[in-house]
């Protein structure tokens, strides 16, 4: 069960493999709601990692330009969708 979303509140959020990225910053202009940015945190290679701020749609844009599939992208189910 996934948890529903307040209206007008995201409805969906990604998982970042941090010691896949290389850091290439291609997710950064891909993403639509423009939630995701560079931060200063490093994985164990030493690549800069993004991070994600409120407001992902899990659209799946970054997945879909990420060169070391780092992504995983889910979707929050809406009241209207349970069955």
């Given at each position: 069960?996934?948890?529903a979303p307040d209206a007008g509140g995201?409805?969906?959020t990604v998982v970042l493999d941090a010691e896949r990225c290389k850091g290439c910053e291609l997710c950064?202009?891909?993403c639509p709601p423009k939630v995701l940015r560079m931060s200063t945190r490093r994985n164990a290679s030493g690549y800069v990692l993004p991070e994600l701020l409120e407001g992902c749609t899990g659209c799946?844009?970054?997945l879909l330009v990420c060169p070391d599939f780092c992504f995983e992208v889910y979707r929050f189910e809406s009241r209207g969708d349970a069955s």
């Open positions: 069960m996934s948890a995201p409805r969906g950064i202009p891909a799946g844009a970054c």
